[in-house]
T-cell receptor
């Protein structure tokens, strides 16, 4: 079946604008994760969902960042009033559920804030 | 808080040779999971190998094997018979036991592996 997909692949925006990044997990996967990867660094955890609810949002850097997963499948990461420091690759991953420990990653969205 | 350290920013190896990538971590937990992920220029993170801390036997996946030293909190990756397609950034990652941190992977800084023909 298809893997995790993310859209758009690249997003360029201006400082202060609002952006939405989309993640389509592997069909049937109940757990979904967002990470942020700055240039030359390892990914950093942002948030994870089990079903529709955010089970852990401790990695969200501030209240400009918000994520939803209203039907327990597709998730959207929303960033308000973007800043240049938000520029990074945003990675999404999914896993079948808490019973498994393997996360399958998408190709990421590269966000550039000018 | 858990931390993962990869002390080798870059490594290189000749095709068909063996290379070992180092990783150390810090945790107060006794049960956890460790992973090696590969990230080629396409950005897609690919799972290479995983290890459950309660298992004493080192995990192996074809040409990839680990040396898991729980007491030393060390988790190195050995790649045998290196191939050009192994060239990528490699990340070591830690995942804790159940509870609210269950879903969270903590990654190291990565090691860029170059394979010379």
């Amino acid at each position: 079946g298809a893997g995790v997909s993310q859209t758009p692949s690249n997003k360029v925006t201006e400082k202060g604008k609002y952006v939405e990044l989309r993640c389509d997990p592997i069909s049937g996967h109940t757990a979904l994760y967002w990470y942020r990867q700055s240039l030359g660094q390892g990914p950093e955890f942002l948030i994870y969902f089990q079903g529709t609810g955010a089970a852990d949002d401790s990695g969200l850097p501030n209240d400009r960042f918000f994520a939803v997963r209203p039907e327990g499948s597709v998730s959207t990461l929303k960033i308000q009033r973007t800043e240049r420091g938000d520029s990074a690759v945003y990675l999404c991953a999914s896993s079948p559920g808490l019973a498994t420990d393997t996360q399958y990653f998408g190709p990421g969205t590269r966000l550039t804030v000018l | 808080a858990q931390t993962v350290t990869q002390s080798q920013p870059e490594m290189s190896v000749q095709e068909a040779e063996t290379v070992t990538l180092s990783c150390t971590y810090d945790t107060s937990e006794s049960d956890y999971y460790l992973f090696w992920y590969k990230q080629p220029p396409s950005r897609q993170m690919i799972l290479v190998i995983r290890q459950e801390a309660y298992k004493q036997q080192n995990a192996t996946e074809n040409r990839f094997s680990v040396n898991f030293q729980k007491a030393a909190k060390s988790f190195s990756l050995k790649i045998s018979d290196s191939q050009l397609g192994d060239a990528a950034m490699y990340f070591c990652a830690y995942r804790g036991p159940g509870g609210t941190s269950y879903g969270k992977l903590t990654f190291g800084q990565g090691t860029i592996l170059t394979v010379h023909p």
